[in-house]
């Protein structure tokens, strides 16, 4: 059973505008998540983390928010650029050093 | 530096056949992990190493699949025999600590 959730397979955007990613957990052991951005024919990079002691977490035009009692969380683009189409996977972890879960990706697609 | 290498790229073979992925971890890292990426289910964890050795294996489809750490800058997955239903993208990711994993690039596999 996935533990890791991202119910949107596709998202188009307008270049410049916000684009949302979400993804829904439903261990509430998870205490570790992070984003990966993958392009074709590449492996997942990763892009931001955010643990559970905080609910925000920002690094130049991406941002992820983290809603515990929701079990849900976000990364959102601002502004979005072409060069982010690709792949967004959302992972989480009960231990920083174990195992990750993975959701089943939400391909993003930046129309210039 | 280089990253987490994999090989082959790409392998297509018949059904019944041995099929043997290899991984070279970035040098370092103390954690190994192989995932499978499918539509369906995403990335999914098949088996980890934790210092050169399996920690979780509950990942693994079934007694087909095996994967060996004989040292900390190699490991292989296999499959023996290979079934039309194995064909994937197989990922093979290294850590150190608390850490992201760093990916591959992965390797198409293609049973027919």
């Known amino acids: 059973d996935q533990q890791v959730k991202q119910n949107s397979p596709s998202l188009s955007v307008q270049e410049g505008r916000i684009s949302i990613l979400n993804c829904d957990y439903t261990?509430?052991?998870?205490?570790?998540f992070l984003w990966y951005k993958k392009y074709p024919a590449e492996g997942p990079t990763f892009l931001i983390s955010?643990?559970?002691?905080?609910d925000k977490n920002e690094d130049g035009r991406f941002t992820v928010f983290l809603n515990k009692s929701a079990k849900h969380l976000s990364l959102h683009i601002v502004p979005s650029q072409p060069g982010d189409s690709a792949v967004y996977f959302c992972?989480?972890?009960?231990?920083?050093?174990?195992?990750?879960?993975f959701g089943t990706g939400t391909s993003l697609t930046v129309i210039p | 530096d280089a990253g987490v290498i994999q090989s082959p790229r790409h392998e297509v073979t018949e059904m019944g056949q041995e099929v043997t992925l290899r991984c070279k971890p970035i040098?370092?890292?103390?954690?190994l992990f192989w995932y499978r990426q499918t539509m369906m289910r995403g990335l999914e964890l098949l088996i980890y190493?934790?210092?050169?050795?399996?920690?979780?294996d509950s990942g693994m489809p079934e007694d087909r699949f095996s994967a060996k750490m004989p040292n900390a800058s190699f490991s292989t997955l296999k499959i023996q025999p290979s079934e039309p239903r194995d064909s994937a993208v197989y990922f093979c990711?290294?850590?150190?600590?608390?850490?992201?994993?760093?990916f591959g690039d992965g390797t198409r596999l293609s049973i027919l």
């Open positions: 955010i643990s559970s002691i905080k």
């Open positions: 261990n509430s052991m998870f205490d570790y």
């Open positions: 040098s370092g890292h103390n954690s």
């Open positions: 992972a989480a972890s009960a231990d920083t050093g174990n195992q990750f879960y």
């Open positions: 990711a290294s850590m150190r600590g608390n850490q992201p994993q760093h």
């Open positions: 190493f934790n210092n050169n050795v399996p920690i979780d």
